[in-house]
């Protein structure tokens, strides 16, 4: 049975495969569903996985020759003994992509025996996740942040966030201000209540888009290998990756997850991402370590008030399965903030345990 390549056919993908510098050999396509944002396409040869074929969203990063310049610096300081190196194929142009009529495209190297988690309970998985963000940022360390371009403005800026959604609801009809009404008061009381963490941090260079299912984990081993959708990397704050990568760590539900109860915040999965981070050497200041908790509590609420205003939107940025996912999505996300708010003192005590150890 031919494979569902949904906008594309199987002579298209093969055709703008033939932009780029690679062996001449009959491809095969299947395409990767987990993204909100871009097309994304496992491309096989004799069966074996070979490549990653993306078109970039353009509505979404309107700087494409920034963002591959962004990435292809990045993917060159990105690899050692304990990170898996990600490449990127040239085009025949040249270039790191290609421009066509049906888009931006991309290739990169494929990683094999790798597999993702959207979730996970096991503590193992969650150090890894640490690890490997801590590796990340170790790695890019040196990197200057003029070097890299915004790919997407003031992406995690709180104070542009609530202007977005405060003219998401001038502008929403009544019925869909109705429908959701519990998101806009509960985005109302937590704008009261979260404020922005101190911008006397370093910037850096950040992934900026940490969820757990952007880390590529062995089939065999479950070790950590590397992070993966990287059109999110620029200079942003520690907290951003730290908060990123914890909300979709310590809670087992989906983000869309309508039933509130089974949305939790398990301590002990903290505690090994977090033992996981200190398990590389030293690069952070005190401060940014001790930011983390406000960070956990920052991110799935941003996120949230994201989701709320292109509900409100119509659906414009994320991609939805369904009229309501967005609603759905910002409040399991305020009720995770929530939950995060509630357990900032024990986020606190357990950064202040690793923190005693490498003093």
Known sequence: MAEDLGNYSLEQLRDIL??????????????????????????????????????????????????????????????????????????????????????????????????????????????????????????????????????????????????QFLAAVARATQTTKNTAEKGILLAHQMLEEIQDLPKNLPHRICHNDTKLNNILFSKTTNKALCLIDLDTIMKGYFHYDIGDAVRTLVNTAAEDEQNHAKINFRMSIFEAFIEGLFSNKAFLSEDELKSIPAGVILMPFLHGIRALTDFLNNNLYYKVSYENQNLDRALSLFDFTQKAIEQKAPMEKVVSKYLQQVK
């Not at 940022?137 to 790919?151: F, G, R």
């Open 18 to 163: 033939k932009q780029f510098k690679l062996s001449p050999q009959e491809y095969f396509f299947n395409p990767l569903q987990s993204g909100l944002i871009n097309d994304t396409f496992l491309v096989r040869a004799a069966d074996h996985p070979e490549f990653i074929l993306q078109r970039i969203n353009q509505n979404v990063f309107e700087n494409v020759e920034g963002l591959m310049t962004n990435l292809d610096r990045a993917l060159k300081k990105l690899k050692g003994a304990s990170y898996t190196r990600i490449k990127l194929i040239s085009a025949t142009s040249g270039k790191m992509y290609a421009s066509l009529p049906s888009g931006y495209w991309r290739v990169m190297t494929y990683i094999p025996n790798s597999v993702t988690y959207n979730t996970s309970e096991d503590p193992k998985i969650a150090f890894e996740a640490g690890r490997i963000i801590g590796k990340f940022h170790v790695l890019l360390a040196s990197e200057k942040n003029n070097q890299y371009v915004d790919t997407i403005y003031k992406f995690h800026d709180l104070e542009f966030r609530k202007m």
